[in-house]
DNA sequence: AAAGTAACCTGCCCGC
DNA sequence: TGCGGGCAGGTTACTT
């Protein structure tokens, strides 16, 4: 579910809530979420500890801790972040999908929820960086996202431009609805081979990805009808009205009015306009 | 070696 | 009303 805009208001929310709690409490009911180290550990190295600062990679949230550790959490396709400021004691009032609970010391608490469990977490010494964060491309937000960088991973690139836009490797943090929305907007075809974008093409794209994550993270991410994304509060991001493309099966382009494509690339729903597109 | 497919999960929607 | 198939914002491992 979430991509970046939506992990970046979760980041921006735990800022503001989180920071300087000590963490008196864990509690975890899937234990296949944490990937590293073993359960016990990693309750061990995060009870009595404090959160100093929230940061994001692509769509991973890392949390730094006092110590010499931080951890780190990917929500997958589903996983939600939710804060409760008045709570009991014991965080014993377990939904169905509720997996891990950290309890603060001002009797808050932190909330994971994921109906489908692709979500994981990991703790870490903060001399190692994990090797999927390691391995992550050009953070759209980032001081180094260059349009000549940019251009030249186009360049080199034998793949289309929608595949490039959302290989994590390359650039990260756009997923599915986000990289239907940039292309749309930057009138280009999904399916164009990457290295062949003109470099006013190109530039299109650059600005179209800073555009609609910007405007994106403005409105506080996208919720679907399906409501799986909320933020920490459990409000809905804004976005999904301001969607031209992304799921519009028997849509009309907004431009032009005539119908929008629906394709399938590396198996996942593909929109577009096949007259504003090229 | 790039590209396709299956796997990991649950829930919802649609057609029959 | 129920059942099967397809679909969902992600990533990784395995197969062609």
């Known amino acids: 579910m979430p991509e970046l805009p939506e992990v970046e208001t979760i980041r921006r ?11 008196v409490k864990v509690k975890i009911y899937l234990p296949q979420l944490i990937k590293i180290p073993e ?7 995060l009870q009595g500890n404090d959160i100093e600062e929230v940061r994001r990679r692509g769509k991973y949230l890392l949390f730094f801790l006092n110590t010499d550790d931080y951890f780190v959490i ?6 939600q972040l ?27 608490q932190l909330i994971y929820n994921d109906v489908r469990k692709f979500g994981k977490m990991w703790l870490l ?12 491309g050009l953070d759209p937000f980032g001081l180094d996202f260059s349009f000549e960088k940019f251009f030249n991973i186009l360049r080199k690139s034998h793949r289309n431009i929608k595949s490039l836009m959302m290989n994590q490797r390359k650039i990260a943090g756009i997923g599915n609805i986000y990289a239907n929305e940039i292309l749309f907007i930057a009138g280009i075809r999904p399916l164009r081979k990457a290295s062949s974008l003109t470099k006013k093409e190109a530039e299109r794209v650059f600005l179209s990805i800073k555009d609609v994550l910007s405007s994106a993270i403005q409105l506080r991410g996208t919720t679907m009808v399906d409501k799986s994304y909320r933020d920490l509060d459990g409000n809905w991001g804004k976005y999904e009205k ?15 009015g005539q119908s929008l494509k629906m394709i399938r690339i590396e198996n996942r729903s593909t929109f577009y306009c096949c007259a504003c597109q090229k």
């Open 13 to 23: 929310d735990l800022e503001k809530t989180i920071i300087h709690k000590k963490i």
């Open 39 to 45: 359960v016990n550990q990693f309750i061990i190295r």
């Open 74 to 79: 990917h929500l997958g396709m589903s996983g």
């Open 82 to 108: 939710s804060y409760q400021y008045q709570s009991s004691e014991l965080p014993e009032k377990k939904g169905k999908h509720d997996h891990v609970f950290l309890l603060f010391e001002d009797g808050s």
């Open 125 to 136: 010494s903060k001399e190692r960086e994990m090797p999927a964060i390691e391995l992550l």
């Open 242 to 256: 301001e969607l031209l493309v992304y799921g519009k099966r028997k849509g009309k382009c907004p431009y032009c």
